[in-house]
């Protein structure tokens, strides 16, 4: 068993099926929340690995895909400022096993973690692909 710390939207349907994937292989999936992180580009950018910076971006983004933000625009650090300032448009999850990390589930990292015998394909597109936002999880009250 692996402990994996998985970054994500809360209320993401995706992201709810990738977790569930990993608990199914065994895993420990530690979830926290992409968007309440204090992200620094040195940080954000050990995600990323060798991958192309337009790879970097989250192409369900609102922004993305109104076509307000073009990722092919984008120079590595002109990426990493823009999304430490609005981590909407950072590729989820982000993922952190073993000494090793990755931004999106069709990475190696994943097809390691998930077993030869799982294809995470079919949980990489958004499930509303209708454009209409995840809805907001209600925050748990502490009492």
Known sequence: MTEI???????????RKQKALLAEAGHKVVARDLLAESWTADRLRSFFGDTAVDTWFNPNAPQVKS???????????L???????????IRRP????????????????VQALLGPDKEPS???ACSRPDGTPCPTPE???AE
């Open 122 to 124: 079919a949980t990489v």
């Open 79 to 89: 990426a990493l400022e823009t999304m430490t300032a609005a981590p909407l448009l």
């Open 139 to 141: 925050k748990v009250s």
């Open 67 to 77: 076509g307000a933000i073009n990722p092919r625009a984008f120079d590595a650090d």
């Open 5 to 15: 710390v998985f970054y994500e939207k809360p209320g993401c349907a995706t992201n």
């Open 94 to 109: 982000l993922i952190e096993a073993d000494g090793h990390k990755c931004s999106g589930f069709d990475r190696p990292l």
